[in-house]
């Protein structure tokens, strides 16, 4: 079993930042192959960020040089640094780590708003 904890989340204003904290314990070895994803309210989850299997991190569109992933593997977190807030990025906010079989592990998601 892997326990995904999300945290960092909050209110911020338009343009702001936040940095998003996943702390990973359990069967976990690797923070390689592991995402963020987003759920706003009456849409479907999306991906936001990942990280493959050699620790490089890949972005959507919509994030694309404002969002940047990383890992801190000693201390067993993923971030998400998001920089130029704007309210369309308020979601809830979810950590995901791969399995080679079933549909990976998820974190129970951190609350982002972005208003003025």
């Known amino acids: 079993q892997v326990q995904l904890v999300e945290s960092g989340g909050g209110w911020v204003q338009p343009g702001h930042s936040l940095r998003l904290s996943c702390a990973a314990s359990?069967?976990?070895?690797?923070?390689?192959?592991m995402g963020w994803y987003r759920q706003a309210p009456g849409k479907q989850r999306e991906l936001v960020a990942r990280?493959?299997?050699?620790?490089?991190?890949y972005y959507t569109n919509v994030v694309q040089g404002r969002f940047v992933m990383f890992k801190n593997t000693p201390n067993m977190t993923v971030y998400l640094q998001m920089n130029s807030l704007t309210p369309d990025d308020t979601a809830v906010y979810y950590c995901?780590?791969?399995?080679?079989?079933?549909?990976?592990?998820w974190g129970q998601g951190t609350q982002v708003t972005v208003s003025s």
């Open positions: 990280m493959n299997s050699h620790g490089i991190a």
């Open positions: 995901h780590k791969e399995t080679s079989e079933g549909n990976g592990y």
């Open positions: 359990g069967s976990i070895i690797s923070l390689n192959e």
